[in-house]
């Protein structure tokens, strides 16, 4: 069972930052309120995390934020972050080393590199072949404490590590010591801000608890700020056009579209995964299909190795026959590419020519994509 010195941002730590916030702060808006409560949440979070780059725990905060403490609504704890490391594309020596040595901490076992770098290998595979890798599921961190204690077993090794997961809500100031402008702050702070606003509603905004101890410290200089009636914006996960980014699309007119080119990517269980990996990659669906109409004509049924190219029509590492998988990792894979690529595009630059650059050795390979992305657009949109 789990300790409970094992958990962090607990549902009665959210309600005590949130009437902390509310009593000490009572005059400013309800926005400028959440930004306080999501800056005490982040670095909760953030400060159990392993020690990978800024961005990449701001990105595992957002995920246990969502997840973890406003969907199940239960306390964070060491199996939900471990968890959300396995959903990460990571392979990195300096990512694993860190994520290595912040499961030894958390289990206060040291691990051999060579057994468990394998393991993570295997669990990620685990993932990608069922529906766990939607949720955040704790089943792997049970297996790899067992698997810990074998290998300790194994090997005579003893224990050397010192527990050090728990923090508690006093020892994280309301806001940070240097707190970012509004300018400064990341692309996943407004992220952030909409998941508090959520998790403010789920342990009640309005119901009233104990003051925190005297010892949080307020922020500093704070000044009202008026609340701001725009939507708040989705994190940017590229920097791609409006034109290419997310949006959604009428599915019987692009079933009909691929119908007509006799696509096996018609079929729904193959057009779906398409769709719901450009949704979240925030990728527009019709730019990953006309990279598969560029890269195998849109998989023909007809083809007689269609049912080996339908598991890898965006030939990432090269071709599908060398890179043999299926639909659902070459669609994560091709769109992680896209979304990297499209990074520092140089001003005046075409993005999907930019994109070309590195994903293709054609170089009318953004040609054909574009010139089937507007084609599949003007059918798509076009209301009968």
Not at 90 to 101: G, H, I, K, P, Q
Not at 204 to 232: D, F, H, K, S
Request: proline content about 7%; charged content about 25%.
């Amino acid at each position: 069972m789990r300790s409970e010195s094992a958990v962090f941002l607990t549902p009665a730590d959210v309600r005590n930052i949130q009437q902390y916030v509310m009593r000490k702060y009572a005059g400013l808006s309800s926005d400028r309120h959440a930004e306080i409560v999501t800056d005490a949440m982040r670095r909760i979070v953030m400060k159990q995390l392993p020690a990978f780059g800024e961005e990449e725990r701001m990105l595992l905060t957002g995920q246990l934020l969502d997840e973890v403490v406003v969907r199940q609504q239960i306390p964070v704890g060491p199996e939900h972050v471990f968890a959300a490391c396995l959903r990460r594309d990571e392979t990195a020596s300096e990512w694993m080393e860190a994520l290595r040595t912040w499961t030894e901490e958390r289990l206060q076992r040291l691990l051999d590199p060579q057994r468990f770098y394998p393991y993570i290998r295997q669990a990620r595979a685990q993932l990608s072949l069922t529906d766990a890798a939607h949720e955040l599921r704790p089943g792997q961190w049970r297996l790899l404490e067992e698997e810990a204690a074998l290998w300790e077993l194994s090997t005579g090794a003893e224990s050397a590590i010192s527990d050090t997961s728990h923090v508690s809500v006093a020892d994280v100031r309301v806001v940070p010591d240097k707190p970012w402008s509004l300018q400064e702050r990341p692309r996943l702070y407004a992220l952030l801000s909409a998941l508090v606003l959520a998790a403010s509603f789920v342990y009640g905004w309005l119901t009233l608890a104990p003051m925190l101890p005297q010892e949080l410290q307020p922020p500093v200089a704070l000044r009202p700020v008026e609340p701001t009636p725009a939507p708040i914006p989705r994190p940017r996960l590229n920097e791609l056009p409006d034109e290419f980014r997310y949006a959604d699309v009428n599915v019987v007119r692009l079933t009909s579209y691929l119908d007509a080119k006799n696509s096996l990517l018609a079929e729904s269980e193959y057009r779906d995964i398409i769709l719901n990996m450009a949704k979240d990659k925030d990728i527009h669906p019709l730019l990953l299909f006309a990279i598969t109409g560029q890269e195998q004509a849109f998989v023909p049924r007809s083809h007689k190795n269609a049912m080996l190219m339908i598991n890898n029509p965006f030939n990432v590492y090269h071709s599908h026959l060398e890179y043999n998988t299926d639909l659902k990792d070459a669609a994560r894979i091709a769109s992680n590419t896209i979304n990297n690529l499209s990074k520092d595009r140089p001003s005046g630059i075409d993005a999907i020519t930019w994109i070309n650059r590195k994903y293709a050795e054609d170089k009318n390979w953004a040609k054909g994509v574009t010139s089937i992305f507007r084609a599949m657009k003007r059918y798509v949109e076009h209301s009968e």
